[in-house]
Each structure stands twice: as C-alpha cells, then as structure tokens.
C-alpha cells in the first residue's frame, strides 16, 4: 500500500491524518529531508530514509521525477510505504506519476508552496493561477 503524504511548507504544516498515515506506516520514505517541512517527520521519531542521493545522478527535472517515482514504487513492493513530498501531493510532480501508477494510493494532503506564496504576497483573492514551471512550455506552445 503506497501512501503520499503532503508535508506542506513548514514544519506544523503537517495534518493528523498525515501524521497517523507516517506513524502507522511499515517505511517512510522523503522525497528530501532538505527542506523546513522535513522536520515534522524527524520530529515524530519514526525511522525514515531519503531520496536525496537521486538529485544527483538526474540529467533534468523530468529525469528526476521518473527516477523518483520508480525508487519509491520500487521501495513499496509488499509493503505500507509513507512517501512525503513537501508542500502539496497535487502539485509534486513525482507524486502524480506514481498515483497514476498505483490507482488505490492514500493520498494526504499538505499546505501547497503556491498558496503559501500568494499568502505571503497579501493576494487574497481566490481569482488566481499557479502554473508549475514544470509547464511553462506547454502554455508557451498552446498561446504561439
């Protein structure tokens, strides 16, 4: 059973039912424990492992994300495996493939870095976009 787990931005960003989805979970397994909101796992105790060492060996963003998603599909063979992402499930591009991969995947949800930045910016209106820059040549190509 593969669980994603939304870590938000922060360390108190992460919910309870995030909390329980790591604690309950046979591994745990970070996309990075780089960032601010990897302190909330280390700060609940539990064992866990990073996917740093990918960051490296990776031509390219989208290199990255394939080789992530087969380390962490190849991490959760037979076993309840929590894979934390910082800021939003819904906007971590690893993350996507792998529920496209494994269709019963328990997604938990975290605070998004684009909502965190609007907020940040006082844009309180909910008229606004995000576009990953992952996808910036999509949209360039779609306006041409």
């Known amino acids: 059973m593969l669980r994603i787990v939304g870590l938000g931005c922060c360390p108190d960003d992460l919910t309870e039912g995030g909390k329980r989805a790591i604690l309950s979970a046979d591994k745990v397994l970070l996309r990075t424990g780089e960032t601010p909101a990897s302190e909330s796992v280390k700060a609940l105790g539990v064992g866990y492992s990073t996917l740093d060492y ?19 599909a190849e ?10 992402v910082d800021g939003s499930v819904a906007e971590d591009v690893s993350a996507q ?8 995947a328990e997604v938990f949800d975290g605070v998004s870095k684009s ?3 609007f907020a940040a910016a006082g844009v309180v209106s909910c ?3 995000a576009i990953s820059a992952y996808d910036t040549d999509k949209y360039k190509r779609a306006s041409l």
Do not use: H, Q
Not at 54 to 72: E, H, P, Q
Not at 75 to 84: M, N, P, S, V, W
Not at 97 to 104: A, N, R, S, T, V
């Open 54 to 72: 990918i960051y490296g060996k990776s031509r390219n963003f989208d290199t990255l994300n394939k080789n992530l998603a087969a380390a962490v």
């Open 75 to 84: 991490a959760a063979e037979g076993i309840t495996l929590a894979y934390c």
């Open 97 to 104: 493939l792998l529920m496209k991969k494994f269709k019963k």
């Open 115 to 117: 909502a965190r930045a």
């Open 127 to 129: 008229a606004r976009t």
